[in-house]
């Protein structure tokens, strides 16, 4: 059952399936974050809506319903002749949800709207009589006021009668069960909103935290519309680009004074590795340079001992920097950033917190994130991109010297060298990095994904080697490695984390083992695309037969099968075999923006303005 949603820049969001249903806890019209961007709760389950037409009432869940998407998801049902269509969006900035009715009747009908009402952090269920409501009756509305919180939830409707009616209701969530997850939760119908419809027209039915709304809703909408428009014409792309791009901006949000990035919805918070390898398709190449700025700014204030955090979490908003990988991509993502804009007076203004993570590197840091005698990086379990743990186990343990790790960290310190010499400081890092380069080939005799262990897994890691700016292996090794890649791990959604020949493969998410243990071992990643197809058209000196190439077989497919009503957003992860069941959340961060990135720099060729001051030979100052 696909599934859309629509966000409001907080962290907040609502979603539902096309079909209008519940099938996980995280599903609702109204989830509020609290604390922008974490904390979410639930507070508008869903509303059921009923037609009477001269005596007869159809509930329009069971009518048929059409989904379509057009800058915001709408459902679309024809009863007896009555056209009935609803829009679902929120006000930017505001834990506000808005359902946009527009009907089409040549006869008098009357509308029941019934909201179903919860009060729970949406990791959460609700028990049975958990809390109470009071409800505070005003003209063309009600104040529903749980007794487990203090907020209060606003529901409007112009020109309508309200009658309480509180009754609960047991819901049963399919999707949350098929992930062994808690699935049966207990929801609350408050009330009734009757409103009597003699012509076509078009009403607004609003849930809302804040303690003011303008009054003027379809102020709102428009607001909205043109905010949309407005961002993706800034970009300068064509119309192609625009439901991804449209797409991104649900993962930016406020935090703080600044911006961060959810990492997927539903389930996410924001994460600073998923932030940093999102940021160039969801800032840079859609132009949002100074949201990008906040963001390195924000994350750059979280930066300790020369750690970058891997997440914030949902429930405090704690940092837990439990990463060896993101402290690196955030020094690439700086120099991503500068490639765009030549922004001279943040690199100054950043460079220490740069050379800081260098430092950390070199002499050691937490979690054993060390250089070993040998140049290389080593690390404890658990901290590259597959981190998975189940109690003390990793099942994709990776630990000591991973391979992305070293690619990162070799391209940190080309980067830092050259951002030195543009800079007029000491060159620290180029002759570090040519003793890396050198340690490392001496050791990367096989395509290994851990190097001191001789691990052979074949992981889609080592395209790192090939994608990143700064590559360390020859020519012949990095088209070797993008021909062995694409023969084993290339699907239709993206790269399987586990090549189908290995023995600990798994085809599907779910099956009769803790879906984490198929989570890195086959299990299909969309984001990976990005780098695969960098390095695919790198491999190929971006000749214009190969960039068309790898958009009629990298990235078309997957366009076809999301079909026209698609929203732009794309799935964390699909299975590891066809016909690869989309899992996961139904909307990644990195899943989009690296796929919205690689089709832009990479397939269109489209490089960041100050690409050549950067990536030059000739330091340029």
Not at 388 to 408: F, N
Not at 438 to 444: A, D, V, Y
Not at 579 to 591: N, T, V
Not at 600 to 614: M, R
Request: with cysteine; hydrophobic share 35%; aromatic share 14%.
């Amino acid at each position: 059952m696909r599934e859309w949603i629509v966000t409001n820049g907080l962290g907040g969001y609502a979603s539902l399936t096309h079909s209008n249903s519940n099938t996980r806890k995280f599903h609702g019209l109204l989830i509020a974050s609290l604390n922008p961007p974490t904390e979410r709760w639930v507070f508008v389950s869903n509303v059921e809506d009923k037609i009477q037409i001269t005596d007869e009432i159809y509930n329009l869940k069971d009518v048929k319903g059409r989904f379509s998407y057009d800058l915001f998801p709408s459902l679309s049902y024809d009863v007896e002749g009555v056209n009935i269509k609803k829009t679902f969006f929120m006000p930017h900035g505001k834990n506000v949800s808005v359902i946009r009715y527009s009907i089409k009747t040549d006869k008098p009908v009357t509308f029941t709207h019934a909201p179903v009402i919860n009060s729970r952090h949406f990791y959460d269920i609700t028990n049975h009589n958990k809390f109470s409501v009071r409800q505070d009756i005003f003209e063309n509305g009600v104040c529903i006021t749980p007794s487990n919180i203090e907020k209060t939830i606003k529901i409007m409707l112009h020109n309508s009668t309200y009658k309480p009616k509180e009754h609960w209701k047991e819901f049963y969530y399919e999707k949350d069960r098929e992930r062994n997850d808690s699935h049966i939760d207990n929801n609350l119908y408050v009330g009734n909103f009757f409103k009597e419809i003699k012509e076509s027209t078009e009403y607004y039915l609003i849930f809302s935290l804040e303690n003011k709304i303008s009054k003027n809703i379809s102020s709102l909408y428009s607001e909205e519309v043109r905010r949309k428009k407005d961002l993706f014409n800034r970009t300068g792309l064509s119309s192609d680009f625009e439901k991804l791009v449209l797409s991104t901006d649900n993962f930016v949000v406020r935090k703080g004074a600044g911006k961060s990035v959810i990492a997927g919805y539903h389930w996410f918070g924001d994460w600073g590795r998923d932030t940093l390898i999102s940021l160039p398709g969801i800032t840079l190449v859609t132009s949002r340079f100074n949201i990008a700025k906040e963001i390195l700014l924000g994350l750059k204030e979280f930066c300790h001992d020369g750690l970058i955090p891997n997440v914030f979490m949902d429930r405090n908003s704690e940092a837990a920097y439990n990463t060896v990988d993101a402290a690196l991509w955030y020094i690439d993502r700086v120099f991503q950033y500068l490639k765009y804009t030549n922004d001279r007076v943040f690199l100054n203004e950043i460079w220490h917190t740069l050379k800081s993570i260098i430092d950390a590197y070199v002499d050691g840091t937490d979690y054993g994130i060390c250089m070993d005698d040998d140049f290389l990086i080593s690390h404890g379990p658990g901290l590259t991109w597959m981190d998975v743990k189940l109690g003390d186990y990793h099942p994709t343990p990776r630990t000591r010297k991973a391979v992305e790790i070293q690619a990162l960290w070799y391209n940190a310190l080309r980067i830092m060298s050259k951002l030195a010499r543009m800079s007029g400081k000491d060159d620290d890092y180029y002759n570090l990095s040519e003793e890396v380069k050198e340690s490392f080939n001496s050791q990367f005799n096989q395509q290994y994904d851990v190097i001191d262990n001789k691990d052979l897994s074949f992981r889609p890691n080592k395209i790192f080697l090939v994608s990143l700016d700064f590559p360390m292996i020859d020519n012949t090794l990095q088209e070797k490695i993008v021909k062995e890649v694409q023969k084993k791990l290339v699907t239709i959604f993206g790269l399987r984390t586990l090549s189908p020949d290995d023995s600990r493969y798994k085809k599907s998410y779910l099956g009769e083992y803790n879906r984490d243990i198929a989570y890195h071992n086959g299990t299909v990643w969309p984001w990976l695309m990005g780098p695969f197809i960098k390095s695919f058209v790198k491999v190929k000196n971006h000749e214009p037969t190969w960039r068309k190439h790898a958009f009629e077989n990298f990235l078309e497919p997957m366009f076809h099968v999301f079909g026209k009503n698609w929203d732009g957003s794309i799935y964390e992860i699909f299975d590891g075999d066809s016909p690869y069941a989309p899992r996961g959340c139904i909307a990644q961060a990195w899943s989009v923006a690296e796929i919205l990135r690689a089709w832009v720099e990479d397939i269109e060729n489209i490089s960041p303005t100050y690409e050549d001051i950067f990536t030059s030979h000739e330091v340029r100052v």
